[in-house]
Nanobody
Framework: QVQLVESGGGLVQAGGSLRLSCAGS????????MAWYRQAPGKQRELVAT???????NYADSVKDRFTISRDNAKNTMYLQMSSLKPADTAVYYC????????WGQGTQVTVSS
């Protein structure tokens, strides 16, 4: 069964940092552009950042210059380094391909206190 497993979330004060990880099988990472998404309470899931197979990145305006997406294809793992966190960043964070091709994992909760 193909799975995506997110980890690294937690409770942090505004201005703090967290690093999220996404682990999956080679069949997911190989040849796919990947992405981080998030869903805040009462809101739709939104795209946060994307990374192509060769490492080109793109970010939502709300996280630009604060978040950094990266991937390690050899380890079938993707990361999201988040800094200067704001309460508005509070959400459950998910990873998937850019097209959302696979079943969504449990996500990892990020809570930023003011």
């Amino acid at each position: 069964q193909v799975q995506l497993v997110e980890s690294g979330g937690g409770l942090v004060q505004a201005g703090g940092s967290l690093r999220l990880s996404c682990a999956g099988s080679r069949s997911i990472f190989s040849g796919n552009n990947m992405a981080w998404y998030r869903q805040a309470p009462g809101k739709q899931r939104e795209l946060v950042a994307t990374i192509t197979t060769v490492g080109s990145t793109n970010y939502a305006d709300s996280v630009k210059d604060r978040f950094t997406i990266s991937r390690d294809n050899a380890k079938n793992t993707m990361y999201l380094q988040m800094s200067s966190l704001k309460p508005a960043d509070t959400a459950v964070y998910y990873c998937n391909t850019r097209r959302g091709s696979y079943a969504w994992g449990q996500g990892t909760q990020v809570t930023v206190s003011s």
